[in-house]
């Protein structure tokens, strides 16, 4: 079984602070996600990267960026939080060639 | 632009058939997914559907007709545990799948 792990379920940070949100994958998946979810909106892709040192930006990257720098990690940075990044963030993989994506289990981050 | 609308919110109750539309607008289509959420989960993964036509896969079916951008997701025999999130999903070339914004499930006795 494909396993994603997140690094933190909950988060509270203060307007300001950098924040450092991680995600490890088992399954040598080539393509990584981070989304956020909010209440009416679905989930809104930030970043995307098909392989390692590589990014792409999504929907909605203002405020966020990424990296990548080994395959199995895939990390999330807001560089100064803010109240509007209140939300849960969902990373996901996927193989090259397949359809399905895999999620963790979401980090709850709060910015108060 | 690239968007997928389906239904906020439907009700049903046990035992009953309910079915989830999506209707979709992307580029580069590949193929439609579902995904299930229930509350503080991770959304997992349903079915695929990649060519026009119904995939069933248990009490859960799918269907896809790429002439119209239009598929469904179709849920026999209702129970409880049904009551949850559901989302479509475009699959997209350079592999980005853009989500609807979800239908959320209830389901009473």
């Known amino acids: 079984d494909v396993k994603v792990t997140q690094s933190s379920r909950y988060l509270v940070k203060r307007t300001g602070e950098k924040v450092f949100l991680e995600c490890v994958q088992d399954m040598d998946h080539e393509n990584m996600f981070w989304y956020r979810q909010d209440p009416g909106l679905g989930l809104r892709l930030i970043y995307f990267s098909y392989d390692v040192k590589m990014k792409e930006k999504g929907d909605i990257p203002e405020g966020y960026s990424v990296s990548r720098e080994k395959k199995e990690r895939f990390s999330l940075i807001l560089e100064s939080a803010s109240t509007n990044q209140t939300s849960m963030y969902l990373c996901?993989?996927?193989?090259?060639?397949?359809?399905?994506?895999?999620f963790g289990p979401g980090t709850r981050l709060t910015v108060t | 632009g690239q968007s997928l609308e389906q239904p906020s919110e439907v009700t049903a109750v046990e035992g009953a058939i309910v079915q989830i539309n999506c209707t979709y607008q992307?580029?580069?289509?590949?193929?439609l997914s579902w995904y299930q959420q229930h509350d503080g989960g991770a959304p997992t993964f349903l079915s695929y559907n990649a060519l026009d036509g119904l995939e069933e896969t248990g009490r859960f079916s799918s269907f896809l007709s790429r002439s119209d951008s239009y598929g469904y997701l179709l849920l026999q025999e209702l129970q409880m545990k049904d009551s949850a999130s559901y989302f479509c999903a475009a699959q997209q070339a350079g592999t980005a799948l853009i989500f609807g914004k979800g239908t959320t499930l209830s389901v009473s006795s």
């Open positions: 992307t580029s580069g289509f590949y193929g």
């Open positions: 996901a993989t996927y193989n090259a060639g397949g359809y399905e994506q895999y």
